[in-house]
């Protein structure tokens, strides 16, 4: 195998060996083929690198369950007051079956009472040559009023604001006489305590 040999020849004076040394030129060019094979082998036969499509994900790529949001409190405040809405309107005569639908803006929020203390500190340096350089720092530092809530300590509150209506709309069996539809918009607009142009009133297309 004359183009064996060739190439083993060559390759043993790459490396400064003798021909006399075949059999080491042999052993050295096996060592670099397994070298080889082993470097190729996560491409060759699937070891190792990027993650199989079987494999479940890492931990980086798990999503974290959403908790419950605040739209979930707003939806359940916004069907509590379409509850009572409806109890109300109900019992206007002539109004019949009426549905509500309360739609909010923003949920009730309170604002804690706080106390503030401001502190300020004034340094005057003089230097030798008599000029003064004055330095003002001033601090703040606020904490929450805390009362009694049975055994616990909770913030005390400086403002309670109501739930924000962004529209309300009511549906009733007797909305198709004029008078009655006044009489359900008008007690809508004042147990709700918003603008009038805010409440809509429709009659039920039941007869």
């Not at 809509?200 to 039920?204: D, G, K, M, Q, Y």
């Given at each position: 195998m004359p183009e064996k040999n060739n190439w083993l020849g060559r390759l043993g004076a790459s490396l400064g060996l003798k021909p006399q040394h075949a059999g080491l030129v042999k052993i050295v060019a096996a060592g670099l083929f397994i070298g080889i094979l082993f470097l190729s082998a996560p491409?060759?036969?699937?070891v190792g690198g990027s993650t199989s499509p079987g494999s479940p994900p890492s931990a980086t790529e798990v999503a974290a369950p959403a908790g419950p949001g605040a739209s979930d409190e707003l939806t359940r405040l916004e069907q509590e007051m379409s509850a009572n809405l409806e109890r109300s309107l109900s019992a206007i005569d002539g109004a019949g079956t009426v549905h509500v639908a309360i739609t909010l803006a923003a949920g009730p929020r309170t604002d804690p009472l706080t106390n503030e203390r401001t502190e300020q500190t004034t340094i005057t340096e003089k230097a030798q040559d008599n000029s003064q350089r004055t330095q003002?720092?001033?601090t703040r530092d606020t904490t929450n009023v805390m009362t009694k809530d049975?055994?616990?300590d909770v913030p005390a509150a400086a403002a309670r604001i109501a739930a924000k209506i962004a529209g309300v709309l009511i549906v009733a069996d007797g909305a198709r006489d004029a008078t009655v539809r006044a009489r359900l918009h008008q007690a809508a607009v004042t147990e709700l305590s918003i603008p009038a142009h805010r409440v809509?009133?429709?009659?039920?297309n039941r007869r």
């Open positions: 491409t060759l036969f699937g003002e720092t001033t049975g055994s616990r809509v009133v429709e009659a039920s």
